[in-house]
């Protein structure tokens, strides 16, 4: 269809509001951009600067001026949610007539483009589109054609790496042409991105990442395609530009035609961007900051115009992130600032560990709701990784503090967890076919949907469990010799951890099935960032399990189990059970729980940035990657500028990971706010601080400090060098540790055992940390995983 004849371009002629109203009440800044025309045109607008009402009257301008008609406006978004409240507060600015332009994200605009012009890439129009758990599925498919090891080669991973490939506007012959096939992963990646690609065509789908490089695709294999986009859409504004990964940037670059790179014979659409490079914290998804940085040698004669003036928190505030940004290299400068006041200053706070950071939280919100009349809903806690929320949920769900998770999943809902939960759950009751079929094939062993049914069959048959049917499964109807085996070798699994969970306690069965069924190392192996999140929660499930061993003495797995499944139902009961509670949950609100990442785009009364910890925040990784660094620092300043009257900033002088208590650092994030804005309320133990040019104080850690010593468990990769290096190899590693090294052991030798006491090694099988002892005690026969079981020698 031409564009020009589309009873949709053009709009009703109701009146619009006069140019000069729609100026009224704004900034000398956001004046001008809100007027400027002619040449691209880049708002770097600070956080609170109003950079939504500047493009939305933007808009309105260029109809009012007559300078656009609501058809040739193209306006981006990031999310469906950014695009629903720019579209409103355009139609109360012009009516109807925003339902003329494209208001919407990138992946949605793109849709609509490809609907039209599908037949130039060989598509039908009526494309599936897969999401993300849709792709992976065909991803594992084709890898299991491939015949691969998923262990070497995660399907996720490849998953992850496609993706990536395909935001830089790499498609499957132009990787298998660079790729190197020395490297395994590489060449099973050129492999699978391959068949993906045909089984997709043949599929008539496309996954999110198509959506945009085949648009980009088709703009520039066919310029009469590229030049009708160009010649409707005369003006195209994008919103968060910081975050545009290279196939977005290519993309604008297409649309816009402005680069000075495309033949065309009418002027290229003006170009607006709005974003700010202090808040570009997506590059693990693909974000090139440089996007934005460089918008000026990438655009002839563009004009750059700063929001500076913020109109949602107090200088206080505003100083300290000024302060902390101003830290980062090669960034543009830019001061924001409020006529509001000074404000409060900002509350400090050092626990003595998580627990007592918590209960502080917890405490402070109390307080201001008595003193202050503050309402839940005014207070956001935000975390850098997801598994710092558990300690904070369990005390808010202890004092009655009503509270949701925003961007995750409660603690004990996450999937990592509840597997990990699920495992321990068939150790105490192999009865429990629910769990037990959940962790059937978790990970991936073999043991597919038809081996399952094949069981199920037979347990129904023969009227036994589920457990006892796996033992049987040899008897099994139609079952393959191989998903035979594989079911055998899950069985002998079980009891190996099941002998380890009678003879060891909970946290020795959690930590051996962490490691026995490869789960943890899946997840290690994976290159999907949200793997290594996973890790991170199932270390403070480890902590967690220590914690309970710590204060119950006399506590086994099945109270365990049971103390964490009533904290787990506390999570499930509703705020409001009544109309008299609905109405007051609505009044109050809720306390708000998020990582900073989810943060960004918000804004809340009362913030806690928690966790103010070197190696939490900033985040382990970042140690020695000066550009990883830069970005936790632009994460801290959005974390910094979500708070409107008051902000919090809480540490622990120490915190568990994988049940060992680690004592790092203060951020240096904390120590680059300037001093005389915090007012600490506890300032902790003195201990040698982080410095911003990235190396510790004069004095140092002993190895007790670090957890270094035996049976230390943390993450080194969060030391310097130096203590990385004498860190034990174990521990190096950066896998969960023993209690202690695997005993050394004989047929014949005595031995005993904190709770079966004296007896006598039977034998011996396996090796190295799978060495399992049969023991004959007083009481029986036991067999004992070495690397788990209290076990002494006798005299």
Known sequence: MDFLTDPAYDAPAPALPDAQELLAGLNPQQEEAVKHAGSPLLIIAGAGSGKTRVLSHRIAHLLATKRARPGEILAITFTN????????????????????????????????????????????????????????????????????????????????????????????????????????????????????????????????????????????????????????????????????????????????????????????????????????????????????????KDYANARTILLEQNYRSTQTILTAANAVISRNPNRPAKRLWTAEGDGERIIGYVGENEHDEARFIANEIDRLQDAENLRPGDVAIFYRTNAQSRSIEDLLIRVGLPYKVVGGTRFYERKEIKDALAYLRVLVNPDDVVNLRRILNEPKRGIGDRAEYAVAALAERDRLSFMEALRKAHDAPGMATRSVNAVAGFVKLIDDLTEVANGSGASAALEAVLEQTGYLAALRQSNDPQDESRVE?????????????????????????????????????????????????????????????????????????????????????????????????????????????????????????????????????????????????????????????GSFGSSRYSGSHWGAGAGGNQDVSSLPGSARSMAPAAVRAGRVQPQKEVIALTVGDRVNHTSFGNGTVLSLEGAGDKTVAKVKFDIGEKRLLLRYAPLTKSD
């Open 81 to 296: 949610k950014a695009a629903a409240e720019m579209r409103e507060r355009i139609e109360s600015l012009v009516g109807d007539r925003a339902k003329n332009m494209w208001i919407s994200t990138f992946h949605s605009s793109c849709v609509r483009i490809l609907r039209r012009e599908a037949k130039n890439v060989g598509l039908n129009s009526n494309f599936s589109i897969y999401d993300s758990a849709d792709t992976l599925r065909l991803i594992t498919l084709v890898a299991k054609g491939l015949d691969l090891d998923p262990k070497r080669f995660p399907p996720k991973s490849i998953q992850h790496k496609i993706s990536a490939l395909k935001n830089e506007l790499i498609d499957d012959e132009a990787y298998a042409a660079t790729a190197n096939y020395s490297d395994p992963f590489e060449q099973a990646v050129a492999e699978v991105y391959k068949d993906y690609t045909q089984r997709m065509r043949q599929a008539n789908a496309m996954d999110f990442d198509d959506l945009i490089a085949q648009v980009v695709f088709i703009f520039q294999a066919f310029p009469a395609v590229a030049d009708s986009y160009r010649r409707r859409f005369r003006h195209v504004l994008v919103d968060e530009y910081q975050d545009t990964n290279h196939a977005q940037y290519v993309l604008v670059r297409e649309l816009t035609g402005g680069t000075g790179e495309t033949e065309q014979d009418f002027p290229p659409g003006e170009l607006t961007v709005v974003g700010d490079s202090d808040q570009s914290i997506y590059a693990f998804r693909g974000a090139d900051v440089r996007n934005i940085v460089e918008f000026e």
């Open 537 to 693: 929660n199932l270390a403070e499930l480890v902590a967690v399990v220590r914690e309970y061993e710590r204060d119950n003495e006399d506590g086994t797995l099945g109270s365990f189990l049971e103390q964490v499944a009533l904290v787990a139902d506390a999570d499930q009961i509703p705020d409001a059970p009544d109309e008299e509670s609905a109405q007051l949950a609505k009044d109050q609100g809720v306390v708000t729980l998020m990582t900073l990442h989810t943060a960004k785009g918000l804004e809340f009364p009362v913030v806690f940035l928690t966790g103010m910890e070197h190696g939490v925040f900033p985040h382990q990784r970042s140690m020695t990657d000066p550009k990883e660094l830069a970005e936790e620092r632009r994460l801290a300043y959005v974390g910094l500028t979500r708070a409107r009257k008051r902000l919090y900033l809480t540490r622990s002088e120490s915190r568990s990971l994988w049940g060992q208590s680690q004592y790092n650092p203060a951020s240096q994030f904390i120590e680059e706010v300037p001093p005389e804005l915090i007012d600490w309320k506890r300032e902790g133990s003195k201990r040698p601080a982080f410095t911003s040019s």
